[in-house]
T-cell receptor, first 116, second 115 residues
Framework: AQKVTQAQTEISVVEKEDVTLDCVYETRDTTYYLFWYKQPPSGELVFLIR??????QNEISGRYSWNFQKSTSSFNFTITASQVVDSAVYFC?????????????FGAGTRLFVKA | DTEVTQTPKHLVMGMTNKKSLKCEQHMGHRAMYWYKQKAKKPPELMFVYSYEKLSINESVPSRFSPECPNSSLLNLHLHALQPEDSALYLCASSQGANLNTGELFFGEGSRLTVL
Protein backbone atom coordinates (compact mmCIF):
# COMPACT_ATOMS: atom_id res chain seq x y z
CA ALA A 1 0.00 0.00 0.00
CA GLN A 2 1.05 3.57 -0.59
CA LYS A 3 2.07 5.77 2.30
CA VAL A 4 3.67 9.18 2.58
CA THR A 5 5.09 10.45 5.86
CA GLN A 6 5.94 14.05 6.60
CA ALA A 7 7.14 13.95 10.15
CA GLN A 8 7.49 17.72 10.54
CA THR A 9 4.10 19.22 11.37
CA GLU A 10 5.22 22.83 11.59
CA ILE A 11 8.48 24.63 10.97
CA SER A 12 9.17 28.23 11.82
CA VAL A 13 12.20 30.06 10.40
CA VAL A 14 13.39 33.60 10.05
CA GLU A 15 13.62 35.09 6.59
CA LYS A 16 16.82 34.19 4.69
CA GLU A 17 17.30 30.97 6.61
CA ASP A 18 17.51 27.70 4.69
CA VAL A 19 14.89 25.08 5.53
CA THR A 20 14.48 21.43 4.57
CA LEU A 21 11.14 19.65 4.51
CA ASP A 22 11.34 15.89 4.90
CA CYS A 23 9.31 13.27 3.07
CA VAL A 24 9.48 9.49 3.34
CA TYR A 25 7.32 7.23 1.23
CA GLU A 26 6.32 3.59 0.99
CA THR A 27 5.22 1.74 -2.10
CA ARG A 28 5.40 -1.76 -3.54
CA ASP A 29 5.42 -0.55 -7.13
CA THR A 30 8.58 -0.12 -9.12
CA THR A 31 7.02 2.65 -11.20
CA TYR A 32 5.71 5.61 -9.27
CA TYR A 33 5.87 9.37 -9.18
CA LEU A 34 6.67 11.74 -6.37
CA PHE A 35 5.49 15.31 -6.08
CA TRP A 36 5.67 18.38 -3.93
CA TYR A 37 2.71 20.74 -3.81
CA LYS A 38 2.38 24.09 -2.08
CA GLN A 39 -0.90 25.21 -0.54
CA PRO A 40 -1.01 28.90 0.34
CA PRO A 41 -3.84 30.30 2.49
CA SER A 42 -5.98 30.79 -0.62
CA GLY A 43 -6.46 27.02 -0.69
CA GLU A 44 -5.33 26.06 -4.18
CA LEU A 45 -2.63 23.41 -4.32
CA VAL A 46 0.19 24.43 -6.61
CA PHE A 47 2.40 21.84 -8.25
CA LEU A 48 6.11 22.38 -7.59
CA ILE A 49 7.95 19.34 -8.86
CA ARG A 50 7.57 15.77 -10.10
CA UNK A 51 10.10 12.95 -9.95
CA UNK A 52 9.61 9.50 -11.40
CA UNK A 53 10.97 6.41 -9.75
CA UNK A 54 13.66 5.89 -12.39
CA UNK A 55 15.13 9.35 -12.14
CA UNK A 56 17.16 9.95 -9.02
CA GLN A 57 18.76 13.12 -10.28
CA ASN A 58 18.48 15.95 -7.84
CA GLU A 59 16.98 19.15 -9.11
CA ILE A 60 17.41 22.82 -8.41
CA SER A 61 14.96 25.49 -9.46
CA GLY A 62 15.89 28.92 -8.21
CA ARG A 63 15.77 28.83 -4.42
CA TYR A 64 14.16 25.37 -4.41
CA SER A 65 16.02 22.06 -4.54
CA TRP A 66 14.94 18.47 -4.18
CA ASN A 67 16.90 15.42 -3.04
CA PHE A 68 15.45 12.07 -4.13
CA GLN A 69 17.06 8.96 -2.62
CA LYS A 70 15.48 5.60 -3.42
CA SER A 71 17.78 3.82 -0.99
CA THR A 72 16.11 5.62 1.91
CA SER A 73 12.72 6.17 0.21
CA SER A 74 13.04 9.87 0.77
CA PHE A 75 12.24 12.92 -1.30
CA ASN A 76 13.28 15.99 0.64
CA PHE A 77 12.69 19.60 -0.33
CA THR A 78 15.01 22.48 0.56
CA ILE A 79 14.21 26.17 0.33
CA THR A 80 17.32 28.34 0.32
CA ALA A 81 17.18 31.89 1.65
CA SER A 82 13.52 31.57 2.64
CA GLN A 83 11.13 34.46 2.11
CA VAL A 84 7.87 35.42 3.79
CA VAL A 85 6.01 34.44 0.61
CA ASP A 86 7.20 30.88 1.15
CA SER A 87 4.87 30.61 4.13
CA ALA A 88 2.38 27.88 3.24
CA VAL A 89 1.57 24.23 3.79
CA TYR A 90 3.76 21.93 1.72
CA PHE A 91 2.56 18.47 0.77
CA CYS A 92 4.63 15.60 -0.48
CA UNK A 93 2.61 13.20 -2.64
CA UNK A 94 2.98 9.77 -4.21
CA UNK A 95 1.21 8.70 -7.37
CA UNK A 96 0.80 5.25 -8.83
CA UNK A 97 -1.03 4.13 -11.92
CA UNK A 98 -3.93 1.87 -11.00
CA UNK A 99 -6.36 0.19 -13.35
CA UNK A 100 -8.72 3.09 -12.75
CA UNK A 101 -6.19 5.82 -13.32
CA UNK A 102 -3.60 7.67 -11.34
CA UNK A 103 -4.13 7.51 -7.62
CA UNK A 104 -2.32 10.23 -5.71
CA UNK A 105 -2.05 10.24 -1.96
CA PHE A 106 -0.69 13.07 0.11
CA GLY A 107 1.41 13.23 3.22
CA ALA A 108 0.04 15.08 6.23
CA GLY A 109 1.74 18.27 5.17
CA THR A 110 4.31 20.57 6.77
CA ARG A 111 3.21 24.07 7.67
CA LEU A 112 6.06 26.50 7.09
CA PHE A 113 6.11 29.89 8.77
CA VAL A 114 8.72 32.35 7.54
CA LYS A 115 9.02 35.39 9.74
CA ALA A 116 10.37 38.71 8.55
CA ASP B 1 -4.76 32.22 -12.47
CA THR B 2 -5.83 28.61 -12.05
CA GLU B 3 -6.97 26.77 -15.16
CA VAL B 4 -9.37 24.66 -13.13
CA THR B 5 -12.41 26.65 -12.10
CA GLN B 6 -14.66 25.65 -9.23
CA THR B 7 -18.02 27.11 -8.29
CA PRO B 8 -19.28 28.12 -5.88
CA LYS B 9 -16.30 29.19 -3.76
CA HIS B 10 -18.41 29.01 -0.62
CA LEU B 11 -21.57 27.05 0.08
CA VAL B 12 -23.69 26.79 3.21
CA MET B 13 -26.40 24.17 3.24
CA GLY B 14 -28.76 22.44 5.61
CA MET B 15 -28.81 18.71 6.08
CA THR B 16 -31.96 18.35 3.99
CA ASN B 17 -30.78 20.47 1.07
CA LYS B 18 -29.65 19.32 -2.35
CA LYS B 19 -26.82 21.26 -3.91
CA SER B 20 -24.07 20.75 -6.44
CA LEU B 21 -20.43 21.69 -6.77
CA LYS B 22 -19.11 22.36 -10.25
CA CYS B 23 -15.67 22.11 -11.78
CA GLU B 24 -14.48 23.05 -15.25
CA GLN B 25 -11.16 22.73 -17.04
CA HIS B 26 -10.17 23.64 -20.58
CA MET B 27 -6.73 22.09 -20.73
CA GLY B 28 -7.88 19.05 -22.68
CA HIS B 29 -7.26 16.84 -19.69
CA ARG B 30 -9.03 13.48 -19.69
CA ALA B 31 -8.86 12.66 -16.00
CA MET B 32 -10.67 14.60 -13.30
CA TYR B 33 -10.72 14.17 -9.55
CA TRP B 34 -12.62 15.16 -6.43
CA TYR B 35 -10.67 15.51 -3.20
CA LYS B 36 -11.99 16.39 0.24
CA GLN B 37 -9.81 18.37 2.64
CA LYS B 38 -10.63 18.94 6.28
CA ALA B 39 -8.91 21.73 8.19
CA LYS B 40 -5.21 21.06 8.83
CA LYS B 41 -5.41 17.73 7.02
CA PRO B 42 -4.17 16.57 3.61
CA PRO B 43 -6.51 16.19 0.66
CA GLU B 44 -8.25 12.81 0.55
CA LEU B 45 -9.19 11.26 -2.75
CA MET B 46 -12.91 10.73 -3.28
CA PHE B 47 -13.46 10.00 -6.97
CA VAL B 48 -11.51 9.68 -10.21
CA TYR B 49 -13.03 10.04 -13.67
CA SER B 50 -10.97 8.80 -16.57
CA TYR B 51 -12.24 9.56 -20.06
CA GLU B 52 -15.59 10.56 -18.56
CA LYS B 53 -16.07 7.25 -16.79
CA LEU B 54 -15.95 6.79 -13.05
CA SER B 55 -12.82 4.76 -12.50
CA ILE B 56 -12.08 5.11 -8.78
CA ASN B 57 -14.55 5.54 -5.92
CA GLU B 58 -12.81 5.58 -2.57
CA SER B 59 -15.81 4.13 -0.73
CA VAL B 60 -17.47 7.51 -0.53
CA PRO B 61 -20.98 7.61 1.03
CA SER B 62 -23.82 7.74 -1.47
CA ARG B 63 -24.87 11.19 -0.26
CA PHE B 64 -22.03 12.35 -2.54
CA SER B 65 -22.83 11.67 -6.18
CA PRO B 66 -20.30 12.58 -8.87
CA GLU B 67 -21.13 13.28 -12.48
CA CYS B 68 -18.96 13.94 -15.52
CA PRO B 69 -21.18 15.35 -18.30
CA ASN B 70 -18.26 15.81 -20.67
CA SER B 71 -14.48 15.88 -20.67
CA SER B 72 -14.36 19.47 -19.40
CA LEU B 73 -16.93 19.33 -16.63
CA LEU B 74 -17.16 17.55 -13.31
CA ASN B 75 -19.98 17.90 -10.82
CA LEU B 76 -20.45 16.71 -7.28
CA HIS B 77 -24.08 16.42 -6.23
CA LEU B 78 -24.73 16.73 -2.53
CA HIS B 79 -27.79 15.45 -0.69
CA ALA B 80 -28.60 14.82 2.95
CA LEU B 81 -25.15 15.77 4.12
CA GLN B 82 -23.98 15.73 7.71
CA PRO B 83 -22.17 18.51 9.59
CA GLU B 84 -19.00 16.40 9.51
CA ASP B 85 -19.03 16.70 5.72
CA SER B 86 -18.08 20.35 6.09
CA ALA B 87 -14.73 20.70 4.34
CA LEU B 88 -12.89 22.18 1.37
CA TYR B 89 -13.74 20.21 -1.76
CA LEU B 90 -10.99 20.33 -4.33
CA CYS B 91 -11.32 19.47 -7.99
CA ALA B 92 -8.25 18.51 -9.99
CA SER B 93 -7.44 17.37 -13.48
CA SER B 94 -4.56 15.60 -15.18
CA GLN B 95 -3.78 14.65 -18.72
CA GLY B 96 -5.12 11.14 -18.30
CA ALA B 97 -4.00 7.61 -17.59
CA ASN B 98 -1.21 6.30 -19.78
CA LEU B 99 -0.58 9.77 -21.11
CA ASN B 100 1.07 11.53 -18.27
CA THR B 101 2.82 11.10 -15.00
CA GLY B 102 0.06 12.00 -12.61
CA GLU B 103 0.67 15.69 -12.12
CA LEU B 104 -2.52 17.26 -10.81
CA PHE B 105 -3.84 20.72 -11.55
CA PHE B 106 -6.10 21.93 -8.77
CA GLY B 107 -8.86 24.47 -8.55
CA GLU B 108 -9.16 26.81 -5.59
CA GLY B 109 -11.80 24.64 -4.00
CA SER B 110 -15.36 24.99 -2.77
CA ARG B 111 -15.64 25.53 0.95
CA LEU B 112 -18.72 23.71 2.17
CA THR B 113 -20.44 24.24 5.49
CA VAL B 114 -23.26 21.92 6.50
CA LEU B 115 -25.50 23.22 9.26
Amino acid sequence: AQKVTQAQTEISVVEKEDVTLDCVYETRDTTYYLFWYKQPPSGELVFLIRRNSFDEQNEISGRYSWNFQKSTSSFNFTITASQVVDSAVYFCALSELNTGGFKTIFGAGTRLFVKA
Amino acid sequence: DTEVTQTPKHLVMGMTNKKSLKCEQHMGHRAMYWYKQKAKKPPELMFVYSYEKLSINESVPSRFSPECPNSSLLNLHLHALQPEDSALYLCASSQGANLNTGELFFGEGSRLTVL
